[in-house]
């Protein structure tokens, strides 16, 4: 009886670190993504700004409507 319960026990010690390894991994899927996902967006944050800036530098005036600098 008591070799019984060891093994039940240790089945569901087994069972438990599988599904944790695969939770992990899924967590570790989703963060990469949203990683990826944050520096694109943060490149592309980048980018706008330095359009922006470069049209107020160069004497412009930016039009946020069609996100095109209107010189003067």
Same mark, same amino acid.
């Given at each position: 009886m008591?070799?019984r319960?060891i093994?039940? !026990?240790?089945a &569901?010690?087994?069972?438990?670190? /599988?599904?944790?390894?695969i939770?992990?991994? %899924?967590?570790e899927?989703v963060? =990469?993504?949203i990683?990826q996902l944050?520096?694109e967006a !943060?490149?592309? &944050?980048?980018q706008a700004?330095? /359009?922006?800036?470069?049209c107020?530098d160069? %004497?412009g005036?930016?039009?946020? =409507?069609?996100?095109q600098?209107?010189g003067?």
């Amino acid at each position: 009886m008591r070799a019984r319960l060891i093994l039940i !026990g240790l089945a &569901a010690m087994a069972i438990f670190a /599988v599904a944790a390894s695969i939770y992990g991994l %899924g967590r570790e899927s989703v963060e =990469a993504e949203i990683n990826q996902l944050n520096q694109e967006a !943060g490149d592309a &944050a980048d980018q706008a700004s330095s /359009v922006f800036e470069r049209c107020i530098d160069g %004497g412009g005036v930016f039009d946020f =409507a069609t996100g095109q600098c209107r010189g003067r």
